[in-house]
């Protein structure tokens, strides 16, 4: 018996441009029609303003977000002096807290139209590095976040070994985010398994944390699952001299060497790649994952994405750190910067930047998803034209007006996550933020009256 079909009905949706009373039609949690120019049948649910596919959040720490806002205010200081403070952050976080602070903010994803989210996990262990009972208890914590909150996730598994390039070991709350070796890495991420709303992916942190032989592991482990495959790269000029100096290639050249750049590896940042690296990346025809928001307020920089995208890099989008979870702000930011950094405008087209933030960031996570058709999966969000943010805007650049705040729906599936405006299954996600920020990094301090 043929399941029974739901129908959505979209004043507008995007379907590679703005159409009108577009009807899609969801059976089970895939989409099985979608037909432009039609009116309401009776039984559909309404949508207002502009329907789009669901965004994909490609690279994010879940616990990164109790750093927003507190850190800040320091003067001077750089990515290496913030990287510290997040490793104290890391390093009193018990499984519980953990979880909570990452309901919150898969919550406030969801809130933000973001439908998937690529989970860069590397805070395996317990303090000291002592693995707990269940080795995948972090991770499974994060899943069962995701679940809470209504989001597909691919939980990035990150292989972590070393201090550096020249091959330090781990110490202090580096010690949670290491496996004795990449193959018991492997061994470990083995016993996660797979389930609904969920895939498995593989990262190798950096070429600082992972040698050549585990980064050639873990690309092996990948590509014989089919998995996707996910690294920093380039983040920090340092980065790239230190890897120069060890081993007289740049980052780039090194994955490539390991065999770890190919279709499926997703290259997060890229922000000093040379313009040798931006060719190799883009004929190894994978992602570059951009996350402007984190970039600037880490002081990383300004990544060349004209160029990686001309070399025939995908790119899509993440929140990294959480300064914001906005993927409006991300998607714009990528034009925006590289109007700051070359004086000129119009490096990236509207719909190319949608591209980025749905259907290649979906791809990026092993995802069918990121555009309204049929046989993809039924992810999309309605968006408010009528805001004081989006009021006046064409719909064919509301990404350059648009912001999260002005998602109102959310379908996750083919079914409701969000309705107008509310989190159907969290309620106040800002109050579970507040409780679950101030348990993780303590209640925020208020400066003496002047």
């Known amino acids: 018996m043929a399941e029974a079909r739901t129908a959505w009905h979209a004043e507008l949706a995007w379907l590679g441009e703005p159409r009108e009373r577009v009807l899609i039609e969801v059976e089970g949690d895939h989409i099985a029609a979608v037909t432009a120019g039609a009116e309401a049948p009776e039984r559909a649910i309404k949508l207002a303003g502009l329907v789009l596919p669901g965004f994909a959040n490609v690279h994010s720490h879940a616990f990164q977000r109790a ?84 989001i597909r996730i691919t939980l990035l598994d990150a292989c972590y070994l070393r201090g550096g390039l020249d091959g330090r070991p781990l110490a202090g709350p580096q010690q949670r985010f290491g496996d004795a070796s990449a193959e018991a890495w492997a061994e470990r991420v083995n016993a996660l398994g797979e389930g609904p709303g969920m895939r498995l992916g593989a990262a190798v942190h ?47 050249r090194l994955l490539e060497r390991a065999g770890a750049l190919g279709p499926g590896t997703t290259a997060v940042h890229a922000t000093h790649a040379s313009f040798d690296d ?73 719909a190319r930047l949608l591209e980025a933030a749905t259907v290649n960031g979906m791809r990026a996570l092993g995802w069918e998803a990121g555009s309204l058709e049929p046989g993809m999966l039924a992810d999309f969000i309605a968006v408010d034209l009528g805001s004081v943010r989006t009021a006046g805007a064409s719909a064919a650049q509301i990404v350059f007006a648009a912001g999260a705040a002005d998602v109102t729906d959310v379908v996750v599936g083919g079914k409701a996550v969000v309705s107008e405006g509310r989190h159907l299954e969290l309620g106040d996600v800002g109050g579970l933020l507040r409780s679950a920020v101030s348990r993780a990094a303590g209640p925020p301090s208020i400066p003496p009256p002047t």
Not at 321 to 345: T, Y
């Open 278 to 350: 931006i060719r190799l990346l883009g004929s190894a025809g994978g992602s570059v994952c951009l996350c402007p928001t984190t970039e600037r307020a880490l002081a990383d920089g300004i990544g060349p994405a004209r160029l990686l995208a001309a070399a025939g890099s995908r790119l899509c989008l993440g929140t990294d750190s959480h300064a914001s979870i906005d993927v409006f702000e991300e998607a714009r930011a990528v034009e925006l910067d590289e109007r700051l950094a070359s004086g000129k405008r119009g490096h990236h087209e509207p």
């Open 206 to 252: 950096s070429v600082r944390a992972v040698d050549e032989a585990g980064i050639r592991l873990v690309a092996g482990w990948a590509e014989g699952r089919g998995a996707p495959l996910h690294v920093h790269l380039s983040e920090q000029p340092s980065e790239n001299a230190d890897c120069l100096q060890a081993t007289g290639l740049t980052p780039a």
């Open 67 to 150: 750093l927003r806002g507190r850190v800040e205010a320091a003067s001077g200081g750089d990515f290496w002096g913030w990287r510290e403070l997040m490793y104290r952050l890391a390093g009193g976080l018990d499984p519980e807290t953990f979880q909570e602070l990452a309901v919150a903010v898969y919550g406030e994803m969801a809130l933000a139209g973001i439908t998937a989210v690529g989970e860069f996990h590397y805070l395996h262990h317990a303090p000291g590095g002592t693995p707990y009972p269940d080795p995948n208890l972090m991770s499974r914590r994060l899943l069962e976040a995701a679940r809470k909150a209504g």
